[in-house]
């Protein structure tokens, strides 16, 4: 039990400051994310990569096999 609540506690973390952590891409439209896991299961984030429409991107993290990407077009 206290390995989920520490988990999702890791992942919620992670998700603040790795979605809001560059100030000017928060108004961005994203072209392309990849999130990026410690192994086959899927289930815990190591990282992820956002690329935006303009251009730029935002990497944070550290590089698995295991991604999954999405791509949303310009």
Same mark, same amino acid.
């Given at each position: 039990?206290?390995? !989920?609540?520490?988990?999702?506690?890791?992942?919620?973390?992670?998700?603040?400051?790795?979605v809001t952590a560059p100030?000017?891409?928060?108004? !961005?439209?994203?072209?392309? %994310?990849?999130? %990026?896991?410690?192994?086959?299961?899927?289930?815990?984030?190591?990282?992820?990569?956002? %690329?935006?429409?303009?251009?730029?991107?935002? !990497?944070?993290?550290?590089?698995?096999?295991?991604?999954?990407?999405?791509y949303y077009g310009c």
């Amino acid at each position: 039990m206290f390995n !989920k609540v520490l988990t999702a506690a890791a992942l919620a973390a992670f998700c603040a400051v790795g979605v809001t952590a560059p100030v000017q891409a928060q108004g !961005k439209k994203q072209e392309s %994310r990849v999130v %990026r896991y410690t192994d086959e299961s899927y289930t815990q984030i190591s990282g992820q990569s956002i %690329r935006f429409c303009d251009g730029t991107f935002f !990497k944070n993290g550290t590089p698995t096999l295991y991604e999954e990407e999405t791509y949303y077009g310009c």
